[in-house]
């Protein structure tokens, strides 16, 4: 249960931090960014990641399940 709960919680830091550096170096980098824009982008920025995280899990453990299932 506690590493659910601090699996969690890192995953959420880890998500936040990849968002705000994302928005700021929009609104550093872009020529005509605006504050809404940086938060889209930065938001875009974190689901993808998260997606990217989710489908890497997806793959390390469907093996295992397929695996367990034929035996």
């Known amino acids: 249960m506690a590493s659910q709960q601090l699996g969690a919680a890192l995953g959420t830091a880890l998500l936040n931090t990849i968002a705000t550096?994302?928005?700021?170096?929009?609104?550093?980098?872009?020529?005509?960014?605006?504050?809404?824009?940086?938060s889209v982008h930065g938001y875009t920025t974190a689901l993808a990641v998260?997606?990217?995280?989710?489908?890497?899990?997806?793959?390390?453990?469907?093996?295992?399940?397929?695996?367990q299932r034929r035996s």
Do not use: D, E, M, Q
Not at 22 to 34: G, I, K
Not at 51 to 66: E, H, K, N, R, S
């Open 50 to 67: 998260g997606f990217g995280i989710l489908l890497a899990a997806a793959c390390v453990t469907a093996p295992l399940i397929f695996k």
């Open 21 to 38: 550096s994302a928005a700021a170096s929009h609104l550093a980098s872009a020529r005509h960014a605006t504050p809404t824009g940086a």
